[in-house]
């Protein structure tokens, strides 16, 4: 291997690592937002941080465990929801697969 | 040459995490597990909470500097003139209220559960469950079921959940909920449907005769408030009319409120 190449190998490969560790950093700093919406805000917002991380990350089953907070938190059997009390964790369990598979399909999002 | 893309281990990987997801919450839901993991949450929660209301007590100290100073003796002026009509309210209606708890006590119905007062320390419009989360649970003997108030009289909800030192409210407004009601002087028996948000809907024969205004209670010994009417649709075409009404003191108002065992 030339001087060269093997430069470039090493500093793509310390770049791919710093890479990695920036995009766990981020997803830590989405999962601490979103359970910080899950006990303060609207519910509107963890669902929408929920998506956009859905579309941003691969695989984000953090998803379904917003879905379980909720429900441990605020979760009582209504009628409203079919008296199960598992309801936000079957909405965000569909969420994650519905948006999971339109990720496939869209231009931005395909290749991630 | 063409390489084809093995997805035979992708597949697999998928479908042991759809069976993990699926494991998890047969554990969470039909397991002391999930009980369990509940109950710690609901330790943790409020202490969170509590922060919460911390941080915003403290960003509104600091803004009401920036609050014009005319506007806000305006505004005690018309509180105090609030406080001054509601105690004037209150002295006849607490001078009643005595009378009637001599009365029952006389013909042998006097005895009425302790009350437990709790702070809402959770409320709508956090979660899409229509829930309050209140500071008292098992340890003030707080038990599924009891009734919650707000103020002496207002019924709001109903004990879901008992946890060590939280509970959660079902709102008896909460959409599809339902509850028994008598409507009015006559009495008249009634099923009111929540509608969400504090509101609630009645659905009862067109002739009954219901007027704007009438109280309606939920029937016990001591029979709570629930609203007064406050809209009438009939139609022609339809048997029955729809009485709309909302509870006097919204959900995302509740700050304290009294847990009523029956």
Redesign the interface.
């Known amino acids: 291997m030339s001087l060269y190449k093997k430069h470039s190998y090493e500093r793509s490969a310390t770049s791919n690592g710093m890479r990695k560790y920036s995009i766990v950093g981020v997803r830590i700093c989405v999962d601490i937002l979103i359970a910080i919406s ?6 509107w917002a963890p669902l929408l941080l929920v998506i956009g991380a859905i579309f941003y990350f691969k ?1 984000f ?1 953090e998803a ?1 465990a917003a879905g ?3 429900d ?10 079919f008296h199960t ?5 079957l909405l965000f ?1 569909f969420i994650y697969f519905i948006f999971n598979y339109a990720k496939r399909y869209t231009r931005f999002y395909g290749s991630r | 040459m063409i390489y084809r893309r093995d997805n035979n281990q992708e597949k697999k990987k998928k479908f042991f995490v759809i069976l993990a997801i699926f494991f998890f919450l047969y554990l969470f839901t039909f397991t002391p597990i999930g009980s369990f993991t509940r109950a710690q949450l609901q330790r943790f929660a409020p202490s969170v909470w509590g922060v919460g209301e911390q941080l915003a007590l403290s960003n509104a100290r600091i803004f009401s500097v920036f609050d014009s100073k005319s506007a806000l003796i305006e505004e005690n002026e018309t509180l105090k003139k609030e406080i001054r009509d509601i105690s004037l309210k209150l002295l006849d209606r607490n001078l009643l209220y005595e009378e009637n708890l001599l009365l029952k006590e006389r013909l042998g119905r006097g005895e009425y559960g302790q009350a437990v007062v709790a702070r809402v320390i959770s409320k709508p419009p956090r979660s899409l469950y229509d829930t309050l989360v209140v500071d008292a649970g098992s340890r003030e003997g707080i038990q599924v079921g009891e009734r919650v108030l707000y103020g002496d009289n207002i019924m709001i909800g109903e004990i879901a959940e008992v946890f060590e030192k939280t509970s959660k409210v079902r709102l008896f407004s909460s959409s599809g909920e339902v509850i028994d009601v008598t409507i009015g002087k006559r009495a008249v028996p009634a099923l009111a449907v929540g509608i969400g948000g504090g509101n609630f809907e009645i659905q009862i024969p067109r002739d009954t005769l219901i007027s704007l205004g009438d109280s309606i209670l939920a029937p016990s010994i001591m029979p709570h408030f629930l609203g007064v009417v406050e809209y009438i649709e009939s139609k022609e075409s339809d048997p029955f009319e729809r009485i709309l009404f909302k509870s006097p003191i919204s959900p995302l108002e509740i700050e304290t409120v009294e847990i009523v065992a029956e």
């Open positions: 899950i006990f303060f805000l609207t519910p695989n089953y379904i379980v907070l909720i441990m938190l605020y979760g009582v059997s209504l009628v409203k929801f009390q598992w309801a936000m964790t369990l």
